[in-house]
């Protein structure tokens, strides 16, 4: 009878062969490689029977928390740090860096014009974000979508107040001018904790973590011709900056949101001084081109 060692490796081998005949050869190269590092993750801590149990009703209990409001595997994602890895390892480096999208993204924010505000509530400090969109060459990009979403002056999104909230507060889908840019008033965001009150949250208090982001301002934006990027906007002076709970800071992100005192400047960006304000240049990388086919041969006839 082979020993435990071999037989762990006999199951799976049979299972990475399981797969063989998977038509989509991707869909067949992620299977495979899922299950050779999950096995030899059991292989190496050794998991009891009880152990995985466990784990597989945290799994079943993270799914069941997700409702269209509140997506924990994607908590849960950000907290191992997968989601900035899978952003990380997607880059090309021809463009403003990207980090993770976040739980309380929702399908279709509220179209805005430029110059409008996100902050439907009229509290908190006031502040004016300037984006500019281009292209890795420096071309600006006329009539780019860029979804915006962020948290109050308190640190939460409409999403987790509707009965203090309006549906759509701090966010808004902004499309650039001719010169790639927008502008949009809105309130300097807070750090805030993640969600605690589900099975990410236990993680987070059984193994001593805090749960708090550095406040900051979310992005999507996507152009004709180039790859969507989702990314932040990180304010400078914010607590949390060096142990986001999600791992996604990075120093290019990093914005100083401004003291304005200046009156006139005020009144052109409609707000009341002193104001924050913050500028952003956004780089979106260009769609690779599509390899050219092969001519047939006669051979091919």
């Known amino acids: 009878m082979p020993g435990t060692d071999e037989a762990a490796e ?20 992620l299977l495979q490689g899922l299950v050779r590092h999950l096995h030899d993750y059991v292989r190496e801590v050794r998991p009891t029977t009880q152990e995985w149990e466990h784990a597989v009703d945290y799994l079943t209990a993270v799914g069941q928390t997700c409702d269209p409001t509140r997506q924990e595997f994607i908590l849960l994602s950000d907290v191992l740090g997968v ?3 899978v952003e990380t390892v997607n880059e090309r480096g021809g463009g403003t860096e990207s980090t993770v999208l976040g739980p309380f993204h929702v399908v279709e924010s509220p179209r805005r014009a430029s110059g409008d505000s996100v902050a439907l509530m009229g509290a908190g400090t006031p502040c004016v974000v300037s984006l500019r969109v281009t292209s890795a060459d420096g071309s600006p990009l006329a009539a780019a979508s860029v979804d915006v979403w962020q948290c109050t002056e308190d ?15 701090g966010r808004g889908l902004f499309r650039t001018d001719h010169e790639g840019r927008l502008w949009f008033r809105t ?3 807070s750090h805030y904790p993640i969600p605690t009150d589900g099975p990410v949250g236990r993680l987070l208090l059984a193994t001593g973590r805090h749960p708090y982001r550095p406040a900051h301002i979310h992005f999507i934006v996507e152009a004709d ?16 900056q060096d142990s986001d709970a999600v791992f996604a800071v990075k120093e290019s992100l990093v914005v100083d949101f401004a003291q304005v005192d200046d009156a006139d400047k005020a009144r052109a960006y409609q707000v009341t001084a002193p104001f924050r304000m913050a500028e952003f ?9 599509p390899e050219p086919k092969p001519e047939p041969t006669e051979d091919a006839w």
């Open 187 to 189: 309130v300097v965001p």
């Open 83 to 85: 989601s900035t890895l």
């Open 155 to 169: 640190g939460f999104y409409d999403v987790q107040q509707p009965d203090v909230q309006p549906r759509g507060n």
């Open 281 to 289: 240049d956004i780089v979106v990388e260009p769609e690779p081109e």
């Open 10 to 29: 006999a199951i799976t081998a049979a299972v990475v062969d399981s797969f063989r005949d998977t038509p989509d050869p991707r869909l067949r190269e």
């Open 225 to 240: 011709g180039h790859r969507p990027l989702t990314t932040h906007m990180f304010v400078a002076d914010s607590p949390y």
